[in-house]
T-cell receptor
Framework: GQNIDQPTEMTATEGAIVQINCTYQ??????LFWYQQHAGEAPTFLSY??LDGLEEKGRFSSFLSRSKGYSYLLLKELQMKDSASYLC??????????WGAGTKLIIKP | ETGVTQTPRHLVMGMTNKKSLKCEQH?????MYWYKQSAKKPLELMFV???????ENNSVPSRFSPECPNSSHLFLHLHTLQPEDSALYLC??????????????FGPGTRLTVT
């Protein structure tokens, strides 16, 4: 079966750095997405990786290793507004998105 | 209005009621999706429409009935639901389905409670 694993919850301190991991087992691979979802709001797109390596976008970076079935989302200089759930999703060989259950990130002052 | 909108935002219905959820996208996209989001569970894809034709139906119970009259509008008709159907129902759109570059844009969701 297809599976996406990410931690259920993480806590970090304002101004610090946090890494949210995602491991996947899917039938084929056509890219990995990260979305952010604030409580009661719509998920919003953060990043897309299809090749190995690090993609940087401001305070957020996303890394992919296809051989290891592994990705992480790195958030720097954490702000209180970064408190949200972070969803990892992989596009399989049928171009269908397989979603993880999300990681709830709690930022403390 | 911009982006993807959904109405109503909250809905409480009895098991014998019939109701409909509405989604509208103002992005000129060709594909639209219905997802179910339950607490601490992955998003479950329910239906995919591409150019108004249904291309994906992930074995969803028949008490959920989608309708896509045009590429901007998507409905989810509900009847004789069960309490376990209580969840957040998200609508999304993308430029195309079946393409790796198509990031999805989500609406704010309808919080459904079945009593």
């Amino acid at each position: 079966g297809q599976n996406i694993d990410q931690p259920t919850e993480m806590t970090a301190t304002e101004g610090a750095i946090v890494q949210i991991n995602c491991t996947y087992q899917t039938s084929g691979f056509n890219g990995l997405f990260w979305y952010q979802q604030h409580a009661g709001e719509a998920p919003t797109f953060l990043s897309y990786n299809v090749l190995d390596g690090l993609e940087e976008k401001g305070r957020f970076s996303s890394f992919l290793s296809r051989s290891k079935g592994y990705s992480y989302l790195l958030l720097k200089e954490l702000q209180m507004k970064d408190s949200a759930s972070y969803l990892c999703a992989v596009m399989d060989s049928n171009y269908q998105l397989i979603w993880g259950a999300g990681t709830k990130l709690i930022i403390k002052p | 209005e911009t982006g993807v909108t959904q109405t109503p935002r909250h809905l409480v219905m009895g098991m014998t009621n019939k109701k409909s959820l509405k989604c509208e996208q103002h992005l000129g996209h060709n594909a639209m999706y219905w997802y179910k989001q339950s607490a601490k569970k992955p998003l479950e894809l329910m239906f995919v429409y591409s150019l108004e034709e249904r291309v994906e139906n992930n074995s969803v119970p028949s008490r959920f009935s989608p309708e896509c009259p045009n590429s901007s509008h998507l409905f989810l008709h509900l009847h004789t639901l069960q309490p376990e159907d209580s969840a957040l129902y998200l609508c999304a759109s993308s430029q195309d389905s079946g393409h790796w570059t198509s990031e999805q844009y989500f609406g704010p969701g309808t919080r459904l409670t079945v009593t």
